[in-house]
């Protein structure tokens, strides 16, 4: 099976930065879009940012200008690069993919999120 970890959370005061990390670990074949998401005390989850295999992205308004996304496919690793942070963008953020990997010799699609790490942004 394949899981995701999150990890780089954290406090931090206004105007600060973050840097998150979601990597795959497992028999991982391939992985398709990767997507960062979001879920606020309250709210619904969103989706905060999704990068594709080619490296393309796309980004809620809410955090255009301020985050970036990345990819290291030799890692099976994306990341999250957060600045100018704000106290409205704390949440537990979560990582989510899809692809394919081998179990048996045999591919085996799948879809699966991590655990969610939290960031908190102090005013």
């Known amino acids: 099976q394949v899981q995701l970890v999150e990890s780089g959370g954290g406090l931090v005061q206004a105007g600060g930065s973050l840097r998150l990390s979601c990597a795959a670990s497992?028999?991982?074949?391939?992985?398709?879009?990767m997507g960062w998401y979001r879920r606020a005390p309250g709210k619904e989850r969103e989706l905060v940012a999704n990068?594709?295999?080619?490296?393309?992205?796309e980004y809620a308004d809410s955090v255009k200008g301020r985050f970036t996304a990345s990819r290291d496919n030799t890692k099976n690793t994306m990341y999250l690069q957060m600045n100018s942070l704000k106290p409205e963008d704390t949440a537990v953020y979560y990582c989510?993919?899809?692809?394919?990997?081998?179990?048996?010799?045999?591919?085996?699609?799948?879809?699966?999120w991590g655990q969610g790490t939290q960031v908190t942004v102090s005013s």
């Open positions: 989510n993919t899809d692809g394919i990997y081998y179990q048996n010799d045999a591919p085996v699609v799948f879809r699966t």
């Open positions: 990068i594709q295999n080619d490296g393309s992205t």
């Open positions: 497992g028999s991982v074949s391939r992985l398709n879009a």
